[in-house]
């Protein structure tokens, strides 16, 4: 990107000062898309059990598409009972595995071969999932669960994931170790706006009764 961009600058003749002049645009309001858990049913219970592993991983442990494709045997850990998500940079981090994600992986992780993907292995022909494919699959899937189509996506199921959990916890750090976010800040900004800014009224403190010093004659 940095080398495109500095081709971009030489070809159009620009003045590399003049792009550290302009100032930076706001950043958009975050996405809200979740995903309500009757539609989830829905789709769930007609997926195959290929779709259903990719939901499951998406819904239970908050992972992103691109490390559903790829998850393999590596990512499981079933002797301290967690699955191993893959950052945007490539570090791994540790969900706990749900009851029924560990179930659907005991019995698919048997039948895969070293480096095979997990998706690929519930498929029929176990070929490499190419990527899109579960969200093409998804997106069928939801046209023939209702004729106009659902709007939510894998990674809204990510972020329904992240948004139940601070729900019930309040937890920010909880939730940042869900997604794997190496801030909490990008965690704040990625449960939106269930996630309110500090009041002062929360922050007022409780009535208390102080003692009074009793005055000597």
Not at 19 to 41: A, N
């Amino acid at each position: 990107m940095q080398w495109e961009l500095r081709c971009f600058i030489l070809n159009n003749g620009i003045d590399p000062q003049t792009l550290l002049s302009l100032r930076r645009l706001p950043r958009g309001t975050p996405r809200e898309q979740l995903v309500p858990d009757e539609e989830f049913e829905q789709v769930w219970d007609m997926a195959s059990n290929r779709l259903r592993l990719a939901l499951a991983l998406a819904r239970d442990a908050g992972l992103r598409r691109s490390a559903i494709e790829s998850f393999t045997n590596a990512n499981c850990d079933f002797d301290h009972g967690e699955v191993f998500g893959v950052t945007k940079n490539g570090s791994r981090y540790r969900v706990p595995m749900t009851n029924r994600l560990r179930e659907m992986l005991s019995m698919v992780a048997p039948f895969a071969a070293k480096g095979e993907s997990l998706i690929a292995t519930v498929g029929r022909d176990r070929k490499a999932v190419k990527a899109c494919t579960i969200l093409w699959e998804l997106k069928a899937l939801q046209k023939k669960v209702r004729p106009g189509g659902m709007a939510w996506s894998m990674h809204d199921l990510r972020r329904t994931a992240a948004r139940q959990l601070y729900d019930r916890t309040k937890d920010i750090r909880k939730v940042q170790r869900l997604l794997g976010h190496a801030s909490p800040v990008a965690t704040w900004w990625y449960i939106g706006n269930n996630g309110q800014p500090l009041t002062a009224a929360e922050l007022e403190p409780e009535p208390a009764t102080f003692w009074q010093k009793e005055e000597t004659a």
